[in-house]
Nanobody, 115 residues
Framework: QVQLVESGGGLVQAGGSLRLSCAAS????????MGWYRQAPGKQRELVAA???????IYADSVKGRFTISRDNAKNTVYLQMNSLKPEDTAVYYC?????????WGQGTQVTVSS
């Protein structure tokens, strides 16, 4: 069983920054894709950013230019650097890793942006 442990969430004022981390319990070198999703109250979970093993990084339009996803294979960790945060970024953020055909999720970390 793979475990994903997220950290880095918290409360920040609008315009501030946070960096989320997701540490995997196994090597991510062979992961097909690593990504971050978020779910705000009353809304569906949505993709924020994803970095595939091969191919281009994907960002939601709402975070382009503000968020940066990266992966460190040596540390088995994926990061989400979030800058210029807005109140509408408030949500629970989830890490997701695809080792096809399996998909694994972290427990989620709360990000709250105050206006």
């Amino acid at each position: 069983q793979v475990q994903l442990v997220e950290s880095g969430g918290g409360l920040v004022q609008a315009g501030g920054s946070l960096r989320l981390s997701c540490a995997a319990s196994r090597s991510i070198f062979s992961a097909n894709r690593m990504g971050w999703y978020r779910q705000a109250p009353g809304k569906q979970r949505e993709l924020v950013a994803a970095v595939p093993g091969v191919g281009s990084i994907i960002y939601a339009d709402s975070v382009k230019g503000r968020f940066t996803i990266s992966r460190d294979n040596a540390k088995n960790t994926v990061y989400l650097q979030m800058n210029s945060l807005k109140p509408e970024d408030t949500a629970v953020y989830y890490c997701n890793v695809l080792w096809l055909p399996y998909s694994y999720w972290g427990q989620g970390t709360q990000v709250t942006v105050s206006s």
